[in-house]
């Protein structure tokens, strides 16, 4: 159940709480991605002790490794990697997109050649919600096919009619208990199958509904324009997932255009390169004027490596490949997009959110190295 709380009186922003069968989630939200069943260098611990409330778990390479048979015997995917909280999972559809040399699209689904040995699998509307209702996820996607930025009219049209297809199929299969469901609307950057494809997936009535065909390697305007053409047609009083993003200046921009949920895996992975965020833009520990620098991370910041850590360490850590270092970069990643979503919560209840949006985009500056690894997120 969502209950919209509040709207900004100058955006679209919005406030609201969804409840699950494990825990309510106040939006706008990050949700951390854990992919294989572990978000990459952080423990459950440190999760929930930096306000972590819903993490991701993708189908796709959870019934790979370490099988559902593993994770039912289990009791479900809660158990099995000890989270309390909330879970989302992933219907695997995006690797009908990332992994496009090792796949064939066929009408009920997708044949694949698994990424690890070769052998032949089978993913459709019917098996990704039969792994997500064995996973026991709190919000199950649809499975749908998300077409690259860069597809013909013809291509994206039947990318858009399979997605419609396959999730009225995918709105007929089992749940697990008090499961969720999200419909995800493809359209690429068309405006018209954007709006064709939002109206079907209403009327079968999901229990929210994602942006999808986004961070799949478009230009950040395209990006912007994708979300602003498939807003206007999702219910007010449901969630709205931008899948795949993105950077912290991003999240505010598309908070302001009324999303309410985020995931991502640039905070660990830039992370692994010795990038850390923050308010003013992403920076290099790694890079030499980090040698002999004894401050955070951030100033500002009380995240664990923030309060026990000086850049010095952290640059030397990283230089010689001492694991700690990524983790603490990790940890700070995560906590420093945690702390941006409950400050822009903070910011609508008390409706100041126009200052804080101009203040954070005025001083956000993006590098190089972060933009890249974002088009790389696009191969995930």
Same mark, same amino acid.
């Given at each position: ?7 900004? /009186? %100058?955006?679209? &922003? ?6 699950? *069968?494990?825990? +309510?989630?106040?939006? *706008? ?29 993708? %189908?796709?390479? /959870?019934?790979?490794?370490? $099988? ?6 289990? $009791? ?8 309390? &909280? *909330? ?37 459709? *509307? ?13 919000? &199950? ?43 995800? +609307?493809?359209?690429?950057? %068309? ?7 939002? @109206?079907?997936?209403?009327?079968? @009535? ?23 053409? %498939? ?13 795949? /993003? ?24 830039? &992370? ?7 308010? @003013? ?36 850590? /990283? ?62």
């Amino acid at each position: 159940m969502f209950e919209l709380l509040k709207t900004d /009186l %100058t955006s679209k &922003a919005r406030l609201g709480r969804l409840t699950t *069968p494990h825990g +309510v989630v106040d939006t *706008p939200v990050f949700m951390s991605v854990g992919t294989q069943g572990s978000v990459k260098a952080i423990d459950p611990r440190e999760l929930r002790e930096m306000g972590t409330q819903i993490i991701l778990g993708n %189908t796709y390479h /959870l019934n790979i490794r370490p $099988g559902m048979d593993i994770i039912r015997a289990a $009791g479900g995917l809660h158990q099995f990697i000890n989270w309390p &909280a *909330p879970i989302l999972t992933d219907s695997g559809g995006f690797q009908v997109f990332s992994l496009a040399t090792i796949r064939k699209i066929q009408a009920h689904g997708v044949e694949f050649r698994s990424h690890l040995d070769g052998s032949l699998l089978f993913l459709g *509307p019917k098996e990704a919600m039969a792994i997500q209702a064995g996973l026991g996820s709190d919000i &199950a996607m649809v499975f749908d096919d998300c077409p690259p930025h860069t597809s013909t009219p013809r291509e994206l049209r039947a990318a858009v009619e399979r997605t419609m297809r396959w999730a009225a199929e995918c709105r007929e299969q089992p749940r697990a208990p008090g499961q969720m469901v999200f419909g995800i +609307v493809q359209g690429g950057s %068309t405006a018209a199958m954007r709006e064709e494809c939002a @109206k079907v997936l209403v009327a079968l @009535k999901f229990d929210g509904y994602a942006i999808g065909g986004v961070s799949v390697g478009e230009p950040e305007p395209e990006m912007m324009r994708a979300v602003e053409m %498939t807003e206007p047609w999702l219910p007010a009083n449901q969630p709205r997932y931008a899948m795949g /993003l993105g950077t912290p200046a991003q999240m505010v921009e598309l908070v302001a255009r009324g999303v309410d949920m985020f995931d991502c895996v640039l905070p660990t992975r830039v &992370a692994r390169n010795g990038t850390a965020f923050t308010r @003013k833009g992403s920076i290099s520990i790694k890079a030499g004027a980090c040698k002999a620098d004894f401050r955070p991370i951030e100033e500002d910041c009380d995240c664990f490596a923030c309060r026990h850590f000086t850049r010095a360490y952290l640059r030397h850590l /990283l230089n010689v490949g001492e694991i700690l270092g990524l983790r603490m970069l990790s940890v700070h990643n995560t906590s420093m997009y945690l702390r941006t979503m409950a400050e822009m919560r903070a910011a609508i209840a008390a409706g100041t959110f126009a200052e804080f949006r101009r203040e954070f985009v005025a001083n956000y500056v993006p590098t190089k190295k972060v933009l890249l690894a974002r088009a790389a997120d696009a191969e995930r």
